[in-house]
């Protein structure tokens, strides 16, 4: 029996190449004499494509009847529930001395691009486990990458409701074309674009950070992070690497990436624009430009009372800390420079961790690996908001600004604040339930925060007290397994697999 490939659903596909991704792990186990986790990963893999083979030879041609983009949206949530528990099983069999709980949590916070980890020391894992860390994590942000364009484009989800290109032009854009094409049709053209682009970015990235001084393991585990904004690493963080500031400049730049999709594709806008125009680059580069300055600002009057601030090179190391992490947690990705801490050597003030947490909830750009709020939205409440205090000054005035603007400030930002609201209530519930499950009320509502918004290395970042994810409880594990998932596909998109519209032939 011949079966096709487009004759299988998106999560089966998914789930084999899952399966193959393990073969990678194996190869540098194999390479660095650790036959254990060779033998392991070799195993899972091949466990996993026989299973997909098998499920593929049993279903036969697939049944058509349900709309695609419920199909694609179907999909992206399994892929996010469900394939943790594949991804999962060689972590639990290399390792030997953890739960399945905590491999399937660490698998989750990998894909979703959380970063969030149980092993707090990173000496407790084998390289092999690091990289494939690193590897689920940057797998995830492909798949966000592919999944804005192919499954919430067409369904104005994920940021896509607020902007006016897809709101008033279905009929005129692209857009409609990806509503009449097969799903895996527009995957694969999707596909054929963007992985060129996101993995020739994370090797550039790669080379950057090996001649910058970093081994090619730490620079790979590093660059696959930083494209995916996962945040994770082999040593405990950018700082304890080899690189040093070469290594953060260089991180720093592909961070804008993250910012927005314009930086690297125009798959989901019909109308072309050079980037500084764009309000997403724009309001995160206000961002990056205005909130270091005014640190800088707070640390330079506090270091004269403490009789060092005519100490120039330090000042400026202090800001170049302050850049370097306000657009990493801005983009959720969580590295942390290695001048942060000079701040607070230099004025004896220590930078306070809800600036961190409010930078993550506003988030990076729509259709990026970014979570939060995303900029987009935030654009959309503060045209709205000025608009409004326009009104307050001038009753009858008539607003301008062209009629994009002029939509977005109705329909986008009646939309970005629905979202707004949702992203508020599941962050209050996520922290009522977790301070019911037994942590502290700032613990529990830092972790919420960091798992809403998919940043996980913010938990030890804006932490006063030292926060152990080990230390919690199987539900309170769960908890934060089901937020990052929410967080990851927002929870429009999960809403909308309840919408009945969608259900119907």
């Known amino acids: 029996m011949r079966v096709r490939l487009q004759d299988q659903p998106l999560f089966l596909l998914l789930a084999a190449f899952a399966s193959a991704s393990m073969f990678l792990p194996a190869l540098y186990a ?85 970063g969030a980890t149980i092993f707090e020391d990173p000496r407790r894992l084998p390289n092999a486990l690091h990289l494939w860390r690193a590897q689920v994590g940057w797998m995830g942000g492909l798949l966000m990458w592919i999944a804005a364009g192919a499954v919430m484009a067409p369904l104005l989800l994920g940021g896509f409701e607020v902007t006016s290109v897809a709101y008033d032009h279905m009929g005129e854009t692209r857009l409609d074309q990806f509503r009449r094409a097969a799903l895996l049709r527009r995957v694969g053209r999707i596909s ?114 403490v009789d060092s601030g005519e100490d120039l090179m330090l000042g400026l190391r202090a800001l170049w800390g302050a850049l370097f992490t306000t657009l990493s947690f801005l983009s959720t990705t969580g590295f942390v420079s290695a001048e942060w801490e000079t701040a607070r050597m230099w004025s004896g003030l220590g930078t306070p961790g809800m600036i961190l947490m409010g930078l993550a909830m506003i988030g990076g750009g729509v259709a990026t690996t970014a979570g939060g709020v995303k900029l987009l939205r935030v654009f959309a409440l503060y045209l709205a908001s000025r608009r ?30 629905i979202f707004f609201m949702l992203f508020a209530m599941t962050l209050a519930a996520a922290t009522t339930l977790l301070a019911a499950l037994g942590s502290g009320f700032e613990a529990a509502m830092l972790m919420s925060i960091a798992a809403l918004t998919t940043t996980g290395p913010l938990i030890h970042a804006a932490a006063d007290v030292p926060i152990s994810l080990a230390e919690l409880g199987p539900w309170a594990k769960a908890t934060l397994c089901a937020v990052m998932i929410m967080g990851r596909l927002e929870l429009l998109a999960i809403i909308a697999l309840f919408n009945p519209d969608l259900w119907r032939e």
């Not at 062209?402 to 400030?409: D, E, I, L, N, T």
């Open 30 to 114: 194999l390479s660095v004499e650790d036959f254990t986790s060779a033998r392991t990963f070799l195993y899972s893999g091949l466990l996993g494509l026989f299973l997909s083979g098998i499920i593929a030879l049993a279903r036969g041609p697939r049944r058509r009847g349900r709309k695609e983009e419920l199909n694609g949206l179907l999909a992206l949530f399994a892929a996010f529930l469900f394939l943790p528990i594949l991804l999962a099983l060689p972590f639990y069999e290399t390792l030997r001395t953890t739960t399945y709980l905590n491999s399937y949590f660490e698998m989750v916070s990998s894909l979703t691009t959380t």
């Open 388 to 417: 409004e205090l326009e009104r307050l000054v001038h009753p009858h005035s008539i607003g301008g600004s062209g009629s994009m603007s002029r939509r977005m400030r109705r329909r986008g930002a009646h939309h970005a604040w």
């Open 192 to 305: 054929a674009l963007l992985v060129p682009v996101y993995a020739g970015l994370t090797g550039a990235l790669w080379l950057f950070l090996i001649i910058g001084g970093d081994t090619a393991f730490v620079a790979l585990c590093h660059a696959m992070s930083t494209m995916a904004t996962s945040g994770i690493s082999p040593v405990g963080g950018i700082r304890n690497s080899q690189s040093g500031m070469g290594g953060e400049i260089v991180i720093f730049l592909f961070l804008f990436f993250a910012l927005s999709r314009m930086t690297f594709s125009s798959d989901t806008s019909s109308a072309r624009q050079v980037i500084w125009r764009d309000p997403e680059f724009r309001m995160g580069a206000a961002l990056i430009l205005i909130v270091p300055g005014l640190l800088f600002l707070r640390h330079w009057v506090a270091a004269f009372e």
